[in-house]
């Protein structure tokens, strides 16, 4: 059935208004960052650019249709993952197409800036597990043990691919937004419990495990593949005044940054505690120590309302693969949060992941901006489709 209200009426004013205050903040974090002399650029117009390209993706992204997405999807995941084989075949260095940061080469370095393709891969990944989840389901619609487990291995064959490139870069934090994604869609794919427990289980006794060799057994993980710096990471983060001059080092000043702010903060550029490339992963310090406790609490409530106006729009969509992908884009949204804000206050190790729309960074900025345009694109069209599903 055909809508025929106007574009002001199905048009989501709410998400666009949250998105303008997620640009006001990163404006105002990223010119008191700078402000600090470590950096000779001026990142406020970049990030503005950037999100002016962001907006043009959401328009772009908006007036395609789900079921145009559900058709393109596979095609999309395709491309991504040529993109990043090319990466890890690419020569990395300096003056190389392949730009290595951090011990990862994520990044393809081009006259204009760079690009980190796995920023779109996630996006990308999201459609494609939504339309294959979305078919099974059609397709098994009394299910049972054997049908699950198929659609877990559907589900294990098509994030493998992505997860082991991404591993070869090596890019940690990346990954582990695959695996979140990835869970979440298991979740809400409806494979049972009785399968789920036991996987969900596993995978957390295989992570401490990691844990605990990344303490006693750190040779025998180097040997299993692991760079030493990730090593680093993971005993700097329990114990980082042993390591106050090297890995643990920007824990230690996000940390005493973030606490110097107490309940009000310093106020705007009224910074004293230097933490390296805060106006990138690190900008949560900036925020928490100019704006205190009250500042914090403001954004990380921001967050909130993003992610719960989205689970409001997914429990209205009436078909099960635009369901699927707003899954997947609050999963990772909400995963990336978590991390960057948990790694700050040493809830979790540092690992590489921005704050969404907060951080400096063009792809990062430009990935969740396409996931956002694909949540405009399902509010937009879904209630064309209010008396029948889209699914094929």
Same mark, same amino acid.
């Given at each position: 059935?055909?809508?025929?209200?106007?574009? $002001?009426?199905?048009?989501?004013?709410?998400?666009?208004?949250?998105?303008?205050?997620?640009?006001?903040?990163?404006?105002?974090?990223?010119?008191?960052?700078?402000?600090?002399?470590?950096?000779?650029?001026?990142?406020?117009?970049?990030?503005?650019?950037?999100?002016?390209?962001?907006?043009?993706?959401?328009?772009?992204?908006?007036?395609?249709?789900?079921?145009?997405?559900?058709?393109? $999807?596979?095609?999309?995941?395709?491309?991504?993952?040529?993109?990043?084989?090319?990466?890890?075949?690419?020569?990395?260095?300096?003056?190389?197409?392949?730009?290595?940061?951090?011990?990862?080469?994520?990044?393809?370095?081009?006259?204009?800036?760079?690009?980190?393709?796995?920023?779109?891969?996630?996006?990308?990944?999201?459609?494609?597990?939504?339309?294959?989840?979305?078919?099974?389901?059609?397709?098994?619609?009394?299910?049972?043990?054997?049908?699950?487990?198929?659609?877990?291995?559907?589900?294990?064959?098509?994030?493998?691919?992505?997860?082991?490139?991404?591993?070869?870069?090596?890019?940690?934090?990346?990954?582990?937004?695959?695996?979140?994604?990835?869970?979440?869609?298991?979740?809400?794919?409806?494979?049972?419990?009785?399968?789920?427990?036991?996987?969900?289980?596993?995978?957390?006794?295989?992570?401490?495990?990691?844990?605990?060799?990344?303490?006693?057994?750190?040779?025998?993980?180097?040997?299993?593949?692991?760079?030493?710096?990730?090593?680093?990471?993971?005993?700097?983060?329990?114990?980082?005044?042993?390591?106050?001059? $090297?890995?643990?080092?920007?824990?230690?000043?996000?940390?005493?940054?973030?606490?110097?702010?107490?309940?009000?903060?310093?106020?705007?550029?009224?910074?004293?505690?230097?933490?390296?490339?805060?106006?990138?992963?690190?900008?949560?310090?900036?925020?928490?120590?100019?704006?205190?406790?009250?500042?914090?609490?403001?954004?990380?409530?921001?967050?909130?309302?993003?992610?719960?106006?989205?689970?409001?729009?997914?429990?209205?969509?009436?078909?099960?693969?635009?369901?699927?992908?707003?899954?997947?884009?609050?999963?990772?949204?909400?995963?990336?949060?978590?991390?960057?804000?948990?790694?700050?206050?040493?809830?979790?190790?540092?690992?590489?992941?921005?704050?969404?729309?907060?951080?400096?960074?063009?792809?990062?900025?430009?990935?969740?901006?396409?996931?956002?345009?694909?949540?405009? $694109?399902?509010?937009?069209?879904?209630?064309?489709?209010?008396?029948?599903?889209?699914?094929?």
């Amino acid at each position: 059935m055909q809508n025929n209200k106007g574009f $002001s009426d199905r048009f989501d004013w709410t998400l666009a208004f949250i998105i303008l205050l997620l640009f006001i903040v990163s404006i105002l974090a990223i010119s008191s960052a700078q402000s600090s002399g470590q950096y000779v650029i001026n990142f406020i117009p970049r990030q503005a650019f950037w999100y002016f390209v962001g907006v043009a993706i959401i328009g772009f992204t908006m007036f395609f249709e789900p079921d145009q997405y559900k058709k393109m $999807s596979w095609l999309l995941y395709a491309l991504g993952i040529v993109l990043l084989i090319a990466l890890v075949l690419a020569p990395g260095g300096e003056g190389q197409i392949a730009e290595k940061r951090g011990g990862a080469k994520s990044w393809f370095h081009l006259p204009f800036g760079s690009i980190q393709p796995s920023e779109f891969m996630k996006t990308f990944f999201i459609l494609t597990m939504a339309n294959m989840i979305s078919k099974h389901n059609e397709k098994f619609i009394i299910k049972n043990i054997k049908t699950d487990l198929l659609l877990l291995g559907k589900i294990i064959l098509t994030a493998i691919v992505p997860l082991l490139l991404i591993m070869q870069q090596p890019d940690l934090g990346t990954s582990l937004v695959f695996l979140a994604i990835t869970a979440a869609m298991i979740i809400v794919g409806g494979v049972t419990w009785k399968l789920i427990l036991p996987i969900f289980a596993g995978t957390a006794a295989l992570g401490g495990a990691l844990l605990w060799m990344a303490v006693y057994m750190q040779d025998t993980l180097l040997k299993l593949g692991f760079d030493p710096y990730q090593n680093g990471r993971i005993y700097s983060w329990l114990d980082p005044e042993s390591y106050a001059t $090297s890995e643990g080092y920007n824990l230690i000043n996000a940390m005493t940054a973030i606490g110097s702010g107490e309940i009000t903060g310093k106020g705007y550029q009224g910074r004293e505690v230097y933490v390296p490339e805060n106006h990138t992963d690190f900008i949560f310090t900036v925020i928490g120590e100019e704006y205190g406790f009250i500042g914090a609490s403001i954004v990380v409530s921001l967050f909130f309302l993003l992610i719960y106006h989205i689970t409001k729009i997914t429990l209205q969509l009436k078909d099960s693969f635009s369901t699927y992908v707003c899954t997947g884009i609050i999963a990772m949204i909400s995963f990336h949060v978590f991390q960057n804000i948990g790694m700050t206050i040493q809830l979790l190790p540092i690992t590489g992941i921005p704050l969404p729309f907060i951080s400096y960074g063009g792809s990062s900025l430009m990935g969740n901006m396409l996931a956002l345009g694909l949540i405009f $694109s399902m509010k937009y069209h879904h209630r064309t489709y209010m008396f029948g599903s889209t699914d094929d």
